[in-house]
């Protein structure tokens, strides 16, 4: 019992954590509080939906043909902050995404409609079996995706010289730009980057969740939980902060009521930041 | 080779460096050396493009590079490694060395000079892996240094290489940069440790309160009575 709650809460923390990452990432880059990306996630869902129901594309495969436009998105924004001096970027950029994501959530009402809508994939029913606890395909799809891409990431993170200088850039940019480092131009695409994953994210996430115009305001407080729990930046930290999250939220859903899962987000925010500001991981390790 | 003119620079209103100039001729070390604050890491950073709102000429093989941002200075071969030995914390020493070839001409050339860096300095061969953070810091001054040869640069800026060392770890350092400069690389040496600074270089400049206040040959430098005095401390 204990066991497949815990199972279940992992396979949703991966997909919080692939949502998490694109914002830690930012933040750790340009120092940019994104609360618009929530509201990537939710455009993510709805792109997912629509091209499933007009085209009959797999939600898993219509983030390929939708990246490009959130990248779009994403430099289209990052032009807007661009100009904001770096001493107030953190409280500006908090500001100016709150309303870009308030104007995009009600165009998206009335665009859509305030109605719930779910992507009913044909194996929407069926279930498997893992140490007795039984697993729905579409989650199970759903998390398997969100590891892949965070390895994915992680490797692009690493193992390349453009994910290498996005790091140094969030690290240090004076020194950056001394060995090359356009750190607008990295700014820049960090921004677009984090948006795609977003959006990614959102698409995964549309065969198992209800998808509406204010679903964002959900997931951007339970993605800000998320990377103050695993450090402001620091991408391993988003990806265990992910899971521990996905894990209390089927723990407090169990054991106390139904209501409590989402509040819980807000009851280890505010904890984390009470008590360990520098998230649990210390908040030595940014990106 | 590089040619500073008329240059006049500093933070907001405060206006650091005053009517700078001078040349850096190919091969050379020059040394500048000069007392707290007189603005020698302000004039570095003002010769790799980190001042805004720079005023005067900076010339180099030819091309006018005043009012370039910092990653084109690095394009067109100058390094400048800063001040008390910046190196990206959280990444490995690895990583740390080849942000150095980011730049993609330079990529072709990564094992190579990597070898180059080890035979200078092996002790970073042995720490690869390492989080360049959990260094000593001669050891990230080493790597600050290795990082600059990576870029196959044509000159090095070096903002006070000596700075906080036990005089073991500057004596290799030291060794270092001679080794390079016999094989041709161009040196700027920004020094508090005048002793080593004139002896390494063959020409010097003082700098006071953001002027030149003498530059000549290092060996004359060394027998000048006020140098003597105030920065040997021998009467
Ligand atoms: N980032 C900065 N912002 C404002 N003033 C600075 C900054 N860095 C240095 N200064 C000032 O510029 C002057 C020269 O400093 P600096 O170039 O670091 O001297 P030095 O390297 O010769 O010790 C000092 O008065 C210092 O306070
Ligand atoms: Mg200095």
């Known amino acids: 019992m204990i066991i497949s709650i815990i199972i279940n809460g992992l396979l949703i923390g991966c997909i919080y954590s692939l949502i998490a990452v694109g914002l830690t990432v930012i933040f750790g880059v340009m120092r940019i509080i994104n609360m618009f990306h929530g509201d990537a996630v939710m455009l993510g869902m709805y792109s997912a939906y629509l091209l499933h129901e007009k085209y009959g594309i797999s939600p898993y495969i219509s983030p390929i043909i939708t990246a490009p436009a959130f990248l779009v998105i994403g430099l289209a924004i990052y032009k807007i902050l661009e100009p904001i001096p770096p001493k107030q970027r953190e409280m500006s950029s908090l500001i100016i995404t709150l309303g870009i994501s308030f104007v995009t959530a009600t165009l998206a009402m009335l665009i859509w409609t305030a109605d719930y809508r779910t992507v009913n994939l044909s194996y929407s029913q069926e279930v498997f079996d893992i140490f007795g606890t039984r697993i729905g395909y579409p989650a199970f799809f759903s998390s398997a995706f969100s590891v892949i891409l965070i390895i994915a990431f992680y490797f692009f993170m690493t193992k390349t010289f453009l994910g290498m200088s996005i790091r140094a850039t969030a690290i240090d940019p004076v020194s950056a730009s001394l060995f090359g480092v356009n750190v607008k131009v990295i700014s820049m695409l960090t921004f677009g980057i984090g948006l795609v994953l977003a959006g990614v994210a959102g698409a995964i996430l549309s065969p198992i969740f209800y998808i509406y115009p204010f679903v964002g305001s959900n997931f951007v407080i339970k993605a800000f939980t998320i990377v103050v729990l695993g450090g402001m930046g620091s991408v391993t930290g988003a990806l265990i902060g992910g899971l521990l999250l996905g894990v209390s939220e089927a723990l407090a859903s169990t054991f106390l009521e139904y209501s409590m899962k989402d509040i819980i987000a807000f009851i280890i925010f505010l904890s984390v930041l009470i008590f360990k500001p520098s998230g649990i991981l210390g908040g030595k390790s940014r990106v | ?235």
């Open chain 2, 1 to 235: 080779m590089f040619e500073v003119r008329d240059l006049i620079g500093g933070y907001g209103k405060l206006e650091v460096i005053k009517n700078i100039n001078f040349d850096i001729k190919e091969g050379e070390i020059l040394s500048i050396i000069g007392p707290n604050g007189a603005g020698k890491s302000t004039l570095l950073r003002a010769l790799t493009g980190l001042l805004p709102n720079l005023k005067g000429s900076i010339r180099f093989l030819g091309e006018e590079l005043c009012g370039k941002p910092p990653h084109y200075y690095a394009s067109v071969g100058i390094a400048h490694v800063q001040e008390r030995h910046r190196v990206f914390g959280t990444m490995t020493v690895r990583e740390n060395l080849l942000m150095g070839a980011y730049i993609k001409t330079k990529r072709q050339s990564i094992e190579k000079n990597l070898e180059t860096v080890f035979e200078l300095f092996p002790r970073l061969k042995e720490r690869l892996k390492q989080q360049a953070g959990t260094l000593s810091g001669g050891e990230q001054q080493m790597l600050t240094i290795g990082q600059a040869l990576m870029m196959m640069p044509r000159l090095i800026l070096l903002d006070e290489p000596s700075l906080g060392l036990a005089p073991l770890l500057i004596n290799s350092i030291y060794d270092a940069l001679m080794k390079l400069n016999e094989q041709g690389m161009t040196i700027l040496l920004v020094e508090q440790n005048v002793k080593k600074a004139l002896q390494i270089s063959q020409r010097a400049m003082l700098i006071e309160n953001g002027e030149i206040v003498l530059q000549g040959n290092s060996q004359d430098i060394k027998n000048n009575e006020t140098i003597n005095k105030v920065y040997l401390g021998m009467a």
